[in-house]
């Protein structure tokens, strides 16, 4: 049992500093931190203009709202409306900003997962097939993720409000996290959804302890841009761990 325990913690501890081992991987290689950057900077630029325009959006609509219930415009009540839209959104940001800043850098970060793989502590053996009907199979299978996380990912906040059942939820919404990332090396050799998800099965803790960890970071402001490179190469150091420690679950 105590090792059973044991075991269980070295999976979840491996995971959750998965990320601090990339940042040190990314410091000794120029080029991988230069691919680092390039989507990092992208998911700045494009979240940034997304929000900037949310905002005037709910803003103009609430000003419109208030104006139109007689309340003048101004003073206390301008500073209370853009209060609350910046706060609905900042919450906004963080449940959609790893599928959002994912979706936006995805070949940058597929590129980037794919160096990666060369400094896993075993490399990963190169996928060879790189034909057209081949890449048309990784965006059918990329779109089956995709979809998956975002309605698991909905229906997760829908349930967010029901004790008990907003645990297991949330212990979900961690998995469903780092899957979005274990996903880059798993989609290149054409593991589909099943596959993914069966990964999770075989190593929970691991998974948990990325997936947790990620959580953490996304929700800091401006450090969560910079997570996403390190995220996507956690999950590909993970990935190639698992197909040669035995031990890690």
Known sequence: MSHLFI???????????????????????????????????????????????????????????????????????????????????????VMTFSFIAGTLAVPLNDLLAERAERYASVPLTPVSSFGFFWRLRLMRIDLMKSLFSCVVGVLALFVSWIPIVNLIAGGLAVLLLAFQFISYPQTRRGQGLVSGLGFLVRYPFSSFGLGLVCSILFAIPLLSIGMVPLAVISGTLLYAQTRHDPELN
């Open 7 to 93: 075991r269980m913690a070295k999976s979840f501890a491996f995971g959750f500093t998965l990320p601090f081992t990339a940042l040190k991987l990314v410091l000794r290689h120029p080029f991988l931190l230069a691919l680092s950057i390039l989507p990092a900077t992208v998911t700045f630029f494009a979240y940034t203009w997304i929000l900037t325009r949310l905002q005037g959006s709910a803003e103009a609509t609430l000003l419109s709202f208030l104006q139109g219930h007689g309340l003048s415009i101004g003073g206390s009540w301008e500073w209370l409306v853009r209060t609350i839209t910046w706060i609905l959104l900042v919450m906004m940001s």
